[in-house]
């Protein structure tokens, strides 16, 4: 299944990465570990935020997902089941 996971990282927590120098290092990590289909970067709402389209054979991957963003940044986690053009035709097809 495609999911959206929207990361909105906690100001103080990547403030202290960014002057560490620790958060390319991070944001490599979790991308080389969660192959997402598409990455983006960027202010939401004020905040730094990630937003990732990967994809879950099961919602048991739900927290091994979500950890280095709670451990790692203080991150307030979003994940949400999305479709593309294709899937959302093929779920269309199906309506009759």
């Given amino acids: ?23 390319p290092e991070r944001v490599k990590e979790i991308l080389d570990r969660l192959q997402p289909e598409a990455a983006y970067f960027g202010p939401l709402g ?7 389209v990967l994809h879950m054979q099961d919602s048991s991957e739900v927290p091994p997902v979500g950890e280095p963003f709670f451990s790692q940044m203080n991150a ?3 994940m ?13 097809s199906g309506l009759g």
Avoid: I, Q, Y
């Fill in 1 to 23: 299944m495609r999911v959206m996971l929207k990361a909105t990282l906690d100001t103080e927590k990547s403030n202290e990465l960014l002057r560490s120098g620790k958060m």
């Fill in 46 to 52: 004020g905040r730094r935020t990630m937003v990732l």
């Fill in 76 to 78: 307030e986690v979003e």
């Fill in 80 to 92: 949400t089941p999305v479709m593309n053009v294709d899937d959302l035709r093929k779920g269309l």
